[in-house]
């Protein structure tokens, strides 16, 4: 059975800093791409970025490029997102999902809150 847990969300300031992690069991981590996505209050999900298998690709959302970086660790079976220069409007419940820019993919965490507010 997949199973992930997602973890490392926050209150922070705007400018502010967080790194997520996604650890993953059930299923062979290393040969699925995977992707955050996360959801604002009210609103549906909204895909993030995303990595390749391997790690060697990744993609991002226009509005976090530059901000946001996905990496993964196939060794330990977890799946990281760092947000930095965080905004207001990145404030949401982060999930990690199997897939590669699946702007629905199937949600099996509680994910992880992330709120960016003075």
């Known amino acids: 059975e997949v199973h992930v847990v997602e973890s490392g969300g926050g209150l922070v300031q705007p400018g502010g800093s967080l790194r997520l992690s996604c650890a993953a069991s059930?299923?062979?981590?290393?040969?699925?791409?995977m992707q955050w996505v996360r959801q604002a209050p009210g609103k549906g999900l909204e895909w993030v970025s995303s990595?390749?298998?391997?790690?060697?690709?990744?993609s991002y959302r226009d509005s976090v490029k530059g901000r946001f970086t996905i990496s993964r660790d196939n060794a330990k079976n977890t799946l990281y997102l760092q947000l930095d220069s965080l905004k207001t409007e990145d404030t949401g419940m982060y999930y990690c999902?199997?897939?590669?820019?699946?702007?629905?993919?199937?949600?099996r965490g509680r994910g992880t809150q992330v709120t960016v507010s003075s």
């Open positions: 059930g299923f062979s981590f290393r040969t699925y791409d």
């Open positions: 999902a199997q897939d590669f820019k699946n702007p629905n993919p199937k949600i």
């Open positions: 990595i390749n298998s391997g790690g060697s690709g990744t």
